[in-house]
């Protein structure tokens, strides 16, 4: 799918409790270009759970938009596979290199990177039970950046139309800062798109990052901020009054799928970043944490334009 795709590539990354269906539309109405991922997604779940599974509906508007799955088991990953396949979506991305805890001790996402037959397996048998593209999502490695170019030459040859790396090893989880010059020279050898992820703040950081990349992933930095894909000149005219109507049309479309409290709690992840950096913005983030209620947040949002 990427290889169709006019260059740079821009994708939001995939963000377990972020990149839901309701954040998904505000940035595809942000940027109608920008790739879109699902949350991270655990297969044992999607194949257990009808909650799990409509965390992955979506629809055509939508579009281009991955989903992003992770585990161990091959046969069912082959099962997964197939399944999403019937979806209306753009690609199938297999996480091999989250960092937490409780994923690493299942022997899943990050663990992937010192398991590179397994991997490889994992890549050929989803390649073999889907007419999508399949990319990966990893990192510069375990402790290092040693094996980061056996390890993606081996799923390339497994099949993989796609890589994301993102500039950090295992150990240093999210510590530290992104190394982007073992992925420029990844690129230079294998023959598949390469996506740069880690520490890109907004569309220009991004550009400025890419070199020889064919594209950037925007993660953390877009958690209440979908304007970060918008070129400078367009987020600097954005004004709080703009921002405020955003931010409560997120938190309109959360509260259409889930119960009202529960959504709003769910939504303080992305508050701090929508009112950041305007006037008596501390005052009005301390009262947004502690809201309740889908009218509250309206109230002390509009009591600072």
């Given at each position: ?33 920008v ?20 965390r ?5 508007k ?109 150990k ?48 953390r ?20 009054a ?6 409560l ?57």
């Amino acid at each position: 799918m990427l290889q169709q795709l006019a260059k740079p590539i821009i994708a939001l990354a995939p963000l377990d409790g972020i990149t839901d269906f309701a954040y998904r539309q505000i940035v595809r109405a942000i940027n109608p270009s920008v790739v879109l991922y699902s949350e991270f997604t655990n297969i044992f779940g999607i194949e257990r759970s009808e909650f799990v599974r409509q965390r992955l509906v979506c629809d055509e508007k939508q579009q281009p938009y991955c989903i992003q799955i992770f585990g161990n088991n091959i046969e069912l990953y082959g099962k997964i596979a197939k399944q999403l396949s019937s979806l209306p979506i753009n690609g199938i991305d297999l996480n091999m290199g989250c960092p937490a805890k409780h994923v690493v001790q299942s022997l899943s996402g990050g663990h992937l990177m010192r398991e590179i037959d397994l991997a490889a397996q994992i890549v050929a048998t989803c390649k073999a039970n889907t007419h999508l593209p399949v990319s990966v999502k990893t990192r510069l490695g375990w402790s290092d950046e040693a094996n980061l170019l056996p390890f993606a030459k081996r799923l390339e040859e497994a099949g993989a139309d796609s890589l994301t790396i993102h500039g950090r090893t295992h150990k240093q989880g999210y510590r530290g800062y992104a190394n982007w010059e073992p992925i420029y020279e990844l690129k230079k050898q294998v023959s598949i798109p390469v996506i740069g992820n880690g520490d890109v703040q907004n569309y220009e950081d991004g550009l400025e990052k890419l070199q020889n990349l064919d594209g950037f992933m925007i993660g953390r930095a877009a958690i209440g901020n979908p304007w970060a894909f918008l070129p400078k000149e367009q987020r600097e005219a954005v004004t709080l009054a703009d921002k405020i109507e955003v931010m409560l049309e997120h938190l309109s479309l959360l509260c259409s799928e889930k119960e009202e409290t529960r959504a709003v709690i769910q939504f303080r992840k992305h508050m701090v970043g929508y009112i950041s950096g305007f006037r008596n913005a501390k005052e009005a983030r301390i009262a947004l944490l502690k809201a309740t209620t889908k009218q509250e947040c309206k109230q002390i949002a509009y009591s600072i334009i």
